[in-house]
């Protein structure tokens, strides 16, 4: 009886713990240790995501707080779409978006399933505009996006970059724009095309070189991109004999439609027949990730050897060569290091046909064969400006970093007439600060050796531009000409530039000249020669501008597009460009160490006027420049030295 009573007592004990734990169950309390209960109905068993090529899924994952297991939260999942939206337009993808309406959002008993689509923004169409001649296959087939391809404002830039650099183009800008009824992006290229004069001549446009010439040259042939020029020369050099030339040469930059350019060009002298072929697949975009080229080039040639501004040498050069090599590129856009192979031959055979009794001239035939290979690394950007090296003209300047160093060898092995190692190292950096100075560096060191390091050339250059100091902006435009801003109106730009050339064991081979034809103006052509030469040149340039200018151009194109009435209809806009200068030159040259003197530079003072015709292709810079020589072997006099000449660059 009393064991029935203990069991009694402890279930009763037991009973009454269990509806204490349900009564602070109903009123809200929760028992200690009591697990909690969860809505499986809310939870996350399914999350895909679909329409990202460019990223990674884990990328994707990694920017939502909504995954697989989590509670589904609404709120939250929103936070998560435009956290996707806001990364891909931070890395340039400016139309991608997650669309809401094609959001997936699928409860069933088990859970939510989630399916996100995201659109990352496809190009649609592309439109062309400012082509007259170009074709408009040839301005889409420069562009990195076809129909289809995905968007982004990287190839956007750059597509207006490769645009920029083609001769025949002397304005690009590319556009996009989403269109809400096709769901897709809208590309428009906007090109100015620069004319050229197919048939023209020279006369005697240089008084250091003398020439004329009859020539035919087309740099977008039928509209395909493709250049040509056949021309006839007479060149006659200050001291030198007349000499002919008839040339002729072809390029087209996408062989059989694809990104190989072949240039090809054939050169008839009376020295010698001169050819030189290239066959090159350059690296079009910095997403390509390699380059190839192949050069072969045949000519004749004079060499002249100077002693104290006196011609004393001449010799025939007969120059072979070949040249190939092959990278291989790895990185992004912004930074990439690259590794190649190449080979090279080189045969050069020197006949003397005038020499003086005091030179120095050891002219040395050579017949080298090398092998080696380059590392490299590139920082590439481009900044769009004008006025810095060409007149009108939208100009890529570089404000990136280009560093490489190439080591090759030499040996009888493989026919190679002596044993020797070769080195290079060429450095490039440009940068900018704001949008008003500017500045672009170059340096190239080579040097070849065998047990000891025979001879070497180090050639540094550096410009510094200080432009716009008048706060002026684009005081002229391809589009639009020149601006209204009063009568007259005015861009400043202060150019530095200093430039060196070294050579270290080239006594009797080689050597460097100083004059009026390397930048010192006010003395002879070739005035100094030695084997080190260094060159400071300061300018100051003002391009002209304002109303009076803007109706001397409308003036001449009235007249040029009157003259060219009965062979176009084309209103013919010539762009007329007037630019006055006012320079100051520095220079040293010398034999060795012992020869520098500081306090007997070569120096020039002058002022001068530049013109170009902005709106054509090929003109070049035309310059009219009054230069006084400072330094002996004149005397300071008030008479200038008169140069009159064409230039590539500004």
Known sequence: MAGFLYVTRLLGTVYLIVLLGISKIAVGGQAVGQPTFIDET??????????????????????????????????????????????YRENGYRFARVDEAQLSVKKFADGVYLGIEIDEGRVGNIIVTGNIQTKEDVVRRELLFMPGDIYTEADREESEQILRRKTYIGAAKVDAQWDELSKSVTIRATIRELLSFPFGGDLNLNNQKRYWLLQFRDPNMFGSGQGTLWRYERISEVGEKTRSLVRGRYNNPRLFNSHWNFDGEYIQKREGDSLVVLLERPQYTLKSRWSASVRFSESVNPIYWYENAKKTDTFEQNLQGTFANVRRYFGDRQQQNYIGLWTASRRSKYVLLEKSSGSTAMLENRDIKRIGFTLGRQRIAYHKTRFLRRMGQEENFLIGSQYALSLGYASPVYASDRAESYAELALASGWMNGSKLFNLTTLAFSTNFTSRIERSVLQTQTAWFYTDVFDTGDIYTLEAGFRENGLFDFHQTFVMQFKTEMQFGWSGRSQVLLGAFDGLRGYAYRQFSGEKMMLLSLESRTIFGGTVFRKIDEGLAAVATSVARPFSDRRVHLGVILSGVVFADIGYIWNGTRTFNLLRPKRSVGFGLRGSLSQFSGTGILRVEFAFPLDPPFTLSLKPRIFYGQERTF
């Open 42 to 87: 809310n939870i996350v068993r399914s999350l895909v995501i679909d329409g990202n090529e460019s990223f990674s899924e884990q990328q994707i994952r990694a920017l939502m707080q909504t995954d697989v297991w989590s509670t589904y939260d609404e709120s939250v999942l929103k936070s998560d779409l435009a956290a996707i939206t806001r990364f």
